[in-house]
């Protein structure tokens, strides 16, 4: 009896690293990394949720085919938008277990918008829209929905909300618990915490500098990755690679991609993809970069970073130190909605940067048109203002849209 037990432990064993395997070399060019402490093994790029909300269900099922073919085992879903949920769903299908989950807690559809929140009940509801709609009953990482603020990180703690994320853990829902956040203060409070385990961080070189600015921006600054940036931002990487804190990447290319264009790098100077993600990747608390793709041609673009040269992937090429500030820069992050009129601000604001960057045209003016509300729209009540993590004046950027666009 004991050799029968013996045998079939064996076979389990087995089956379990044959698992493994079978995800970790789909694609030899890809690598892995830890997320932090959790045990879980993550591609060093991933994919977002953006895009999924402008595909029909069969074009997502195609990128969902691609990433995962391409040994991508990370998503990133953050938007409560319904279609966003299901094409994700259905996109996953039958391949579920291939890809780890970061789905976000304290995030809703309301009033055809997608919204924050730290009510319960909502959260609640939320997050069970978030299973129901994915087809599973648990996600690996449960992420707390954008914290920018002191007050929004004291506001969590000891909370109703915070007690439903650990209720969510306990039942395992939840395998790992995550929080977002634009703010390096907030995000190493989080770090510190003994309960965060995973940290969604926006970073990107223009980031990294722009908040700090003190120290020269030079070659040398950029061989150590330690001189020119934030102070708090290097304290933060470093606890996090010290203590095993995992950290995902968003806004890589700078957010809606600003980074890859002269026209709208914050920096004047164009990164490539390669440039941006070596840059992250350089640090050793991150484990993978989220990368906003839209559809199968983003995709392909974005995977020559398995096949990139040393060469290609040298930002220290390009980097310069910046003249411009990317404080008021939107990086359509939809951070700032609800609105109170409805106006889909991100939206607007993209549409007017492309207007103002790379000129008017005819196409712009329909999609701006069949927004459901517009810049003219907007009543300047300020509600959007302290949720925007950017600094953008979003009401002047209303009014811009509106001499622009003429609504
Ligand atoms: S200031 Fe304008 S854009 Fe912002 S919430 Fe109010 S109406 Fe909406
Ligand atoms: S205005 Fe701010 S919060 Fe809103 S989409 Fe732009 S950057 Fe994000």
């Known amino acids: ?60 099922l195609q990128l969902m085919t691609m ?28 391949r579920r277990d291939e890809m780890i989950i970061q789905g976000h807690i304290g995030t809703i559809y309301k009033d055809g918008q997608h919204t924050r929140t730290r009510d319960v009940e909502e959260t609640r509801k939320g997050f069970e829209d978030l299973l129901d709609r994915l087809g599973t009953d648990h996600i690996e990482v449960g992420m707390i929905h954008i914290t920018d603020s002191q007050e929004e990180w004291d506001e969590i703690q000891d909370s109703p909300f915070l007690d439903y994320v650990f209720q969510l853990k306990k039942e395992g829902k939840i395998k790992h618990i995550g929080l977002s956040s634009h703010n390096a203060e907030v995000a190493l409070q989080a770090a510190k915490s003994g309960w ?76 490539t993809p390669e440039q941006c993600i070596a840059y992250c990747l350089a640090k050793p608390c991150i484990s993978t970069c989220i990368l906003g793709i839209d559809n199968l041609d983003e995709l392909k673009a ?18 310069k130190r910046p003249d411009t500030q990317t404080a008021g820069d939107c990086t359509y992050c939809n951070h700032c909605s609800p609105c109170t009129q409805g106006i889909p601000i ?52 209303m009014d811009a849209a509106k001499a622009k666009f003429g609504k």
């Open 1 to 60: 009896m004991k050799k029968v037990y013996t045998l079939i432990l064996a076979l389990l064993c087995l089956v379990a690293v044959g698992c493994k395997q079978k995800q970790a070399t789909k694609n030899s060019n890809m690598n892995y990394r830890p997320l932090g402490a959790t045990g879980l093994e993550v591609s060093e790029i991933s994919i977002g949720c953006g895009g999924f909300g402008k595909l029909d269900s069969a074009a997502s």
């Open 67 to 94: 990433a995962l073919d391409s040994g991508m085992n990370y998503i990133d879903i953050y938007d409560a938008d319904p279609k966003v949920r299901s094409n994700i769903g259905y996109a996953l299908k039958g």
């Open 196 to 271: 965060v385990e995973v940290i969604m961080f926006s970073l990107n070189p223009a980031f990294d500098q722009l908040r700090g600015g003190a120290i020269p921006w030079d070659k040398g600054a950029m061989d150590n990755l330690q001189g020119g940036i934030d102070p708090v931002r290097v304290e933060f990487y470093d606890y996090c690679a010290t203590h095993k804190i995992g950290v995902t990447v968003m806004k890589t290319f700078g957010g809606g991609g600003k980074l890859l264009d002269a026209k709208t790098s914050p920096l004047g100077v164009a990164y």
């Open 302 to 319: 974005d995977l020559h970073w398995l096949h990139a040269t040393e060469a290609e992937k040298d930002y220290t090429n390009v980097a």
């Open 346 to 397: 991100a939206k607007v604001n993209e549409l007017l940067d492309k207007a103002e960057h790379d000129g008017m045209t005819a196409e712009l003016q329909a999609q701006y048109d069949a927004l459901p509300k517009h810049g003219g729209d907007c009543t300047h009540c300020g509600a959007c203002m302290s949720r925007c993590p950017f600094g953008v004046d979003i009401p002047n950027r």
